[in-house]
């Protein structure tokens, strides 16, 4: 379930976005003041944090200020009746990775909460990702080898390698897999990914001595150093 820190100080709208997220199985915690939001974030865990502008004793643009050279990279994603041009670009040049303005729809806030954790999803893993198994990848050069042998991926393939590289010996969902690399609801097909998945195998599996991709039944797919069992 992931946690929601909800800064903002106008009570129906602070019901209303915590119902909305509830709903979604969100976890949502709601503060009303900025020093509020700043102690709570150092001293739990969120996924991500709603943000209003204007609060009653430090603003929105302070709070992402202070984060941000608090050293806290949790995804902030600022909504605020502040609408112009000049806001938008101050609350982003102050660390907001998002601005939504009011009013707004709950769809559109959804959409662009789970686009946030989906980013956050993929950039996130095990910190030496770059080799595993004989396979190795160069973020410099946007390129991976498995045992010294040019792989030859695409974009989407090499960000499929990297999301399984970085979740590895983890067994992962079509819909994890279709939401981290194509960072979308699965407008496409849920049968992309399996397409894939068989483009990468063939690339990263075939002619080698033992596969590293593997099928598990009923959940999806893990990238796994297996070698004595066969691929499904």
């Known amino acids: 379930m992931n ?27 709601n ?5 509020d939001a700043i102690n709570e974030v150092m001293e739990n865990s969120y996924d991500i944090i709603i943000l209003d502008i204007m609060l009653s ?23 605020s009746a502040l609408d112009t041009p000049q806001e938008k670009v101050r609350g982003l040049k102050a660390g907001a990775d998002d601005y939504l303005a009011k009013p707004f ?15 956050t999803e993929f950039s996130t893993g095990v910190l030496d990702f770059q080799s595993y198994a004989g396979v190795k990848i160069n973020m410099k050069e946007q390129s991976a080898t498995r045992d010294g042998k040019e792989l030859n991926l ?9 999301f399984f590289m970085k979740n590895r010996e983890t067994a992962l969902s079509r819909i994890a897999i279709a939401e981290a690399v194509w960072q979308m609801d699965l407008d496409m097909s849920i049968n992309t990914v399996d397409v894939y ?20 039944k009923g959940t999806g797919y893990m990238l796994k150093n297996k070698t ?3 691929q499904e």
């Not at 695409?154 to 990297?162: G, Y």
């Open 57 to 79: 004793d430090i603003s929105g643009f302070e709070v992402c200020e202070v984060l941000r050279n608090r050293k806290i990279i949790v995804p902030i994603l600022i909504l």
């Open 197 to 216: 998945i068989n483009y990468l195998r063939n690339k990263v599996d075939k002619n080698f001595s033992f596969p590293l991709i593997h099928t598990v």
């Open 3 to 29: 946690k929601v820190l909800l800064v903002e100080d106008d009570p129906r709208v602070a019901s209303f976005i915590t119902r909305g997220l509830e709903e979604q199985l969100y976890q949502v915690k």
């Open 154 to 162: 695409s974009s989407r393939e090499l960000k499929l390698l990297i």
């Open 105 to 119: 729809l709950f769809e559109e806030l959804l959409a662009r909460i789970n686009a946030q954790l989906r980013r």
């Open 31 to 35: 503060v009303s003041k900025g020093f």
């Open 228 to 230: 004595n069992e066969s």
